[in-house]
């Protein structure tokens, strides 16, 4: 089949367009997908680089994001049929340890992701739990299907389910072009919160605004922007701040709250070594809380919300699957606003 593989981690020179790669059989719980989309994730990034103690079986596929049809069925499996359009939440999971019996899918003992730790669907083919699946409803678009879930379960379950967010709170969403972002600011408007974004030019800030933010910043204009965000809340601060970027922004950040409110993070793109004054914390009543991924409730309750037209899908742009590279270089550029796109099929 084709995809696109790397036999060892490296730079973006690593990764390979072949069409001579094994189909994967489906085993006992799996169904195989023929993907038609996939969705690019800064997942990606880190997982072809690599870190200490990733151990893949090369080649290896990335990709945790996609729609397609059911192509074939593994051992096992029920109530799906040869032939259905799907998406799937690509928080990998054991269903036996105790955080999943109680239902933590996404702190797992053996805590996985699609494309991550196991093959992923940059590829013809690609084979998911039937537990992750989603059916996708007659008339939605395979391409929007495709590329919203990592993003929205994660977004989901950092809000709803980890951050509780409750209608009539302020939330600040750092940074305005990311999936996740743009994802949040739409999920914490649809809770009933307000929301600011801060934004890295005018320019994305004016599209934060098209999606939904009650007001923005514009970081390059408003270089010591927790000032404005001050300003813009009455000099109240708000109540919940999503903070992905990590050390260029956490200090600032921590500064926009309100007494009592919350800092959540679920990535740190700038690097994950940040200062945290200690006096601020205990001072102001301030919380951290971390999450990665979602569990299956927070996936199904985000998809019905998606497929509902109410959390609308970003896409910046499609590329055909063997031009995955010039893909990757429009997301590392930082110039996308939403999820970039590989068509498959
Ligand atoms: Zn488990």
């Known amino acids: 089949m084709r995809a696109i593989v790397f036999y060892q981690h490296g730079g973006p020179e690593v990764l390979q367009y072949r069409e001579d790669i094994p189909v994967p059989q489906p085993g006992p719980g799996d169904v195989l997908i023929a993907v038609r989309f996939a969705a690019l994730n800064r997942l990606d990034n880190f997982v ?3 870190w200490r103690g990733l151990d893949l079986a090369f080649p290896h596929i990335l990709g945790a994001d996609c729609s397609g049809t059911i192509a074939g069925l593994g051992a096992g499996v029920t109530g799906w049929r040869i032939g259905q359009r799907v998406a799937a939440n690509p928080t990998l999971w054991c269903g036996r340890c105790p955080q999943c019996l109680a239902g933590w899918h996404n702190r797992c003992d053996t805590f996985a992701i699609l494309g991550e730790h196991v093959p992923g669907a ?16 007659d008339g939605y678009p395979d391409d ?19 951050g509780r967010l409750r209608p009539g709170e302020a939330v600040l969403v750092v940074g305005a072009g990311g999936g996740v972002n743009t994802a949040a600011l ?7 919160a307000t929301v ?3 934004a890295a030019n005018a320019e994305k800030a004016a599209r934060a605004r098209a999606l939904g933010a009650d007001w923005t910043v514009d970081r390059a204009a408003e270089p010591n922007w ?11 601060g708000v109540d919940v701040v999503v903070d992905n970027v990590g050390a260029a922004t956490w200090g600032n950040s921590l500064r926009c709250l309100a007494r009592g409110g919350r800092l959540l ?7 994950y070594e940040a200062a945290t004054p200690v006096n601020l914390l205990f001072g102001k009543h301030l919380s951290l809380i971390g999450s990665t991924m979602g569990t299956q409730a927070d996936f199904e309750a985000v998809m019905a919300q998606v497929f509902a037209g109410k959390l ?4 910046d742009s499609v590329f055909p699957l063997a031009q995955y590279g010039d893909a990757l270089a429009r997301m590392l550029a930082g110039e996308a606003f939403g999820k970039i796109l590989v068509q498959v099929a």
């Open 48 to 50: 072809r680089i690599g």
């Open 122 to 137: 940059y590829a013809e083919f690609v084979c998911i739990p039937a537990r992750n699946l989603i059916a996708i409803p």
């Open 144 to 162: 929007l299907a495709a590329a919203v879930p990592l993003v929205s379960v994660t977004a989901w379950h950092m809000l709803i389910t980890a």
């Open 186 to 192: 739409q999920i914490a408007k649809l809770a009933g």
């Open 196 to 198: 600011g974004v801060v």
């Open 226 to 236: 927790s000032k404005a965000v001050y300003a813009a809340t009455g000099k109240r």
């Open 265 to 271: 993070t679920v990535g740190g793109t700038s690097g």
């Open 312 to 315: 609308k899908p970003v896409v």
